[in-house]
């Protein structure tokens, strides 16, 4: 079934968007179903559940981070990760360039937007973000890339709300691109859209998305 739903979903993707195959709260056997399908680019929220996959699975699989990160968990994280997509602030990029460094790698990020309407899910606005791209502590930062942005909508059935606020993570992004990264071709990362609404994402301008459920139904 894995195998079905991801060429379903595949089919509906155009190809200059990446599929991110959230496997969270699946077995690495289940894991391993999506891989020998084909996918290569999977997500987990939790450090405690990426470890154990990482290490059983094949070596060539990409690793997002895409759930909230504790500082003291980077770490574990580092010598391997592909993108982390949950950076919320300034002390956390900063851990994750320290542990890149150690690791002697460039670590990719995105930083996490709040738009959406619960007050629960994390993420850094747009004066925060500019606050911490003027710093001077990121102006420092060798080992962390910034590749683009990433954000959830509302975990609602209204259309109209989803949209308006993938409008809004692309807004945000434009902005960056224009005031921080406008000659940086590594900045074009928009990460945004689940099983439920990767179509109005997509239609939206998202280069990745992140789909569980559909997959692993
Ligand atoms: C779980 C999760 C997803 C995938 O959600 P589905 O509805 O299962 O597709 C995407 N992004 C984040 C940050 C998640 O935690």
Redesign the pocket.
Known sequence: MIKENLLLIQSEIPENVTL?A?S?LNTADRVLEAYQAGQKVF?E?RVQELLPKYEVLPKDIEWHL??HLQTNKVKYIAPFISLI??VDSLKLLAEINKEAKKNNRVINVLLQFHVAQEETKFGLDLVEAKDLLESDLYKSMKNVCVVGI?G?ASNTNNEAQIRKEFKQLKEIFTCLKKDFFFLDEKFKELSMG???D?QVAINEGATIV???????K
Do not use: T
């Open positions: 991110v959230v969270k997500g929220n895409i759930g997509q949950s990433m959830m689940m099983s439920s990767y992140r789909v569980g459920s559909k997959i692993f």
